[in-house]
């Protein structure tokens, strides 16, 4: 099995210096907030009570779509990846993050159940990676991401290029039209983090999304559940 310590993550940026927006839409996730409040504060609280999408169907999601070869996308703490069942008792799965710490709180979580291999990279740039992948997941990472879904999209592009010929691409995003129809606790909080900087989300459509992976893919499909967009992509 693998353990990957720090020294294992391999830099795909060129040591490349982002916008100032996209390194906003990372700088949350510090070692201590991985390791304390983050999985409470999104996967015990705001899921079921903000956002109305309990974290069980994002971990319906993963049981549906993972494969034992799998590239996890914007990994936060490794919580989903620990939640699913892969199928295989002992998968590949490659942790793709701009964040180092992010890396290193989801390797560590996961070093027991996978052969775990690290990239830092940047998914707003095409992503330099000759492996490819029978499945990649990209969950709550659109939302983070600056500019508008039909140009943030570009992530998917560039991910979609890392996908085996039958791979699928799954993943969940926030969406502010999916939310304004909500409660007043729902946009407070949308209008908070976005203040804060951790969502950049004030322009995610659902028909944003949708154009997003039509421009990638000849097959997709988008499920609301609340405010948040489940989506799986195949290239046939
Ligand atoms: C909200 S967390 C999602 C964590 C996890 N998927 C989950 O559902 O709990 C967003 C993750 O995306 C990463 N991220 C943000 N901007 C990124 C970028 N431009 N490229 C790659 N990863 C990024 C953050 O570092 C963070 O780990």
Not at 18 to 38: E, K, N, R
Not at 186 to 203: C, Y
Request: hydrophobic share 45%.
């Amino acid at each position: 099995m693998g353990h990957a310590e720090a020294t294992d993550i391999h830099d795909l940026t060129a040591a490349r210096q982002f916008s100032a927006p996209v390194m906003t839409g990372q700088a949350a996730y510090t070692a201590s907030f991985l390791d304390g409040a983050y999985d409470l504060l999104v996967h015990t609280l705001t899921n079921h009570l903000t956002w109305s999408c309990p974290t069980k169907r994002l971990v319906d999601l993963y049981d549906r779509n993972v494969s034992a070869d799998h590239l996890d996308v914007g990994v936060g703490t490794g919580l989903l990846l620990t939640r699913c069942r892969f199928p295989s008792p002992s998968p590949r799965v490659a942790l793709m993050d701009l964040n180092e710490n992010a890396l290193r709180a989801a390797a560590a979580r996961i070093a027991t159940l996978a052969d775990v291999t690290l990239y830092r990279a940047n998914v707003l740039d095409p992503i330099p990676l000759d492996a490819r992948f029978d499945s990649i997941g990209l969950v709550y990472l659109l939302h983070c991401l600056p500019g508008r879904l039909e140009e943030k999209g570009a992530a998917i592009g560039h991910l979609g290029a890392l996908l085996k010929p039958r791979g699928v691409l799954f993943g969940a995003t926030i969406l502010s039209d999916r939310y304004a129809a909500e409660h007043l606790r729902t946009r407070t909080m949308a209008g908070w983090l976005r203040k804060k900087g951790v969502f950049a989300n004030a322009d995610d459509t659902l028909a944003g999304l949708e154009t997003a992976l039509r421009a990638h893919f000849t097959e997709y499909h988008v499920e609301t559940v609340g405010s948040v967009a489940l989506f799986t992509a195949r290239k046939p």
